[in-house]
């Protein structure tokens, strides 16, 4: 087999090839081809708060381009999208709309932090009245990006983690459900 | 009309006027008795023809309370800054919703968040929080125990 590289598959493809007789057999696991399959197609919301849906936005257009890696089909409804990206600071106000959006996203969601108001409440609005301190107090978040606002690399950088963790099972949506079984 | 001739136009129409100097805009201080007549002065008095109130803010400087009026003529394109200090313990001051509509909803915010009374505003009600909202949190001294650490 290891001489016939037409018959090799992608390093990428959690699965090997056993010869038998008269034909190859691909041996894998369906849960791991199934996160395999998930991981390369995952539609982001349409949801920005404040200056670092700026960069998302970047990050979506031709300079970075997410769609590389599968990330091109921005939804702007919840029900359609797999993975928030919380660009910006969530105010109290915010919070139960934010909680909305995340409830109504189908299963598997995953959640990315991006930058330093989603994940702490931000350099310079922690300390009001008005500020959520950190997403994480109104939705379970994946993948944390540090900066603010982090640059594009950053967030190219995030998703293709979310990619890593969704390919490995250790999201949080995925070891919700594993834990349901 | 120039900064210049502004100057001497609005201090030939109100004398009590004190100017402060320094800044991009005409700033001048005015009392609170006689903020309405000076903006209907300021709206009306044909040269001048303040039409359009483009920022109401209100600042507090701990020992009393300074609201902000950012005035632009489309016509002349000049523009100033009024200033009115009122009393920090009751701060209250006409409004110019009847002058400048877009005054109505800047005085809720600045009631909102500073507690500012405008005399005779049609719908004074908390514009971005909710109506149960206790305390003026854009104050200085305005204390959240849970959300905020003392500087």
């Known amino acids: 087999m290891e001489n016939e590289t037409n018959k090799k598959i992608p390093d990428s493809f959690p699965g090997e090839i056993y010869p038998v007789a008269g034909t190859d057999v691909v041996l894998t696991k369906l849960d791991d081809v199934i996160n395999w399959a998930r991981s390369n197609s995952i539609w982001p919301l349409t949801f920005a708060t404040s200056c670092c849906g700026i960069e998302m936005m970047s990050v979506a257009s031709a300079k970075y381009d997410f769609s590389r890696f599968g990330f091109e089909v921005a939804r702007a409804t919840p029900r359609q999208a797999d993975v928030i990206i919380i660009a910006g600071t969530i105010v109290n106000k915010m919070a139960p709309v934010l909680k909305r959006l995340y409830d109504q996203m189908a299963d598997p969601k995953y959640v990315i932090a991006m930058g330093a108001c989603a994940i702490s409440g931000g350099p310079f609005f922690y300390n009001t009245y008005s500020v959520v301190k950190g997403a994480d107090h109104v939705i379970p978040v994946d993948v944390y990006i540090a900066g603010c606002p982090p640059r594009p690399e950053a967030l190219l950088h995030a998703l293709i983690s979310l990619q890593h963790k969704i390919k490995s099972g250790a999201t949080r949506e995925q070891i919700k459900i594993d834990g349901n079984k | ?151």
């Open chain 2, 1 to 151: 009309m120039t900064n210049e001739d502004l100057k001497n136009k609005l201090t030939e129409l109100f004398p009590s006027a004190t100017f402060e100097e320094g800044g991009e805009f005409i700033n001048f201080f005015i009392e609170p008795s006689q903020w309405k007549s000076c903006a209907k002065e300021l709206k009306e008095k044909a040269g001048l023809d303040f039409d359009y109130l483009f920022c109401v803010t209100c600042v507090d400087w701990k020992t009393h309370l300074t609201m902000v009026y950012h005035l632009s003529s489309t016509i002349h394109r000049h523009s100033i800054v009024v200033k009115v200090k009122l009393n920090r313990d009751q701060p209250e001051i006409d409004t110019v919703c009847d002058i400048w509509k877009t005054a109505e909803f800047h005085e809720r915010e600045a009631f909102d968040f500073f507690g500012v009374t405008f005399i005779n505003h049609p719908d004074l009600r908390r514009l971005f929080l909710t109506d149960d909202w206790v305390g003026f949190p854009l104050r200085k001294d305005y204390d959240d125990p849970i959300n905020m650490i003392k500087l």
